[in-house]
Nanobody, 125 residues
Framework: QVQLVESGGGLVQAGGSLRLSCAAS????????MGWFRQAPGKEREFVAA????????RYADSVKGRFTISRDNAEKVVYLQMHSLKPEDTAVYYC??????????????????WGQGTQVTVSS
């Protein structure tokens, strides 16, 4: 099992940047595909980004491509989401998630077995 704790959320003006962190517990962090999801008020949770075990493969939602970057540090057991050029529509609770899937990468919410508590990101216009 793995436990996940997000941090780094906050209030930022449109056009600004934030970096989210997700610290994981457990000895097998490097065996998990990691992802970030978000849920805006009144909307369903949606995929944002994912990264493979060795950081070779990444996937992004079209809405964040070119603005967000996912990365991980297996030695420190941390996954990051660097967010640039933030827009008001990026406002949401951001969740870190982990999956033991044998696949190289995953983007479907149902595949991710472990979730953090979420961190709020608010982008003002």
């Amino acid at each position: 099992q793995v436990q996940l704790v997000e941090s780094g959320g906050g209030l930022v003006q449109a056009g600004g940047s934030l970096r989210l962190s997700c610290a994981a517990s457990g000895r097998t962090f490097s065996s998990y595909v990691m992802g970030w999801f978000r849920q805006a008020p009144g909307k369903e949770r949606e995929f944002v980004a994912a990264i493979s075990r060795g950081s070779i493969t990444t996937r992004y939602a079209d809405s964040v491509k070119g603005r967000f970057t996912i990365s991980r540090d297996n030695a420190e057991k941390v996954v990051y989401l660097q967010m640039h050029s933030l827009k008001p529509e990026d406002t949401a609770v951001y969740y870190c998630a982990a999956t033991p899937t044998p696949s190289t990468i995953a983007t479907m919410e149902s595949v991710f077995a472990y979730w953090g508590q979420g961190t709020q990101v608010t982008v003002s216009s």
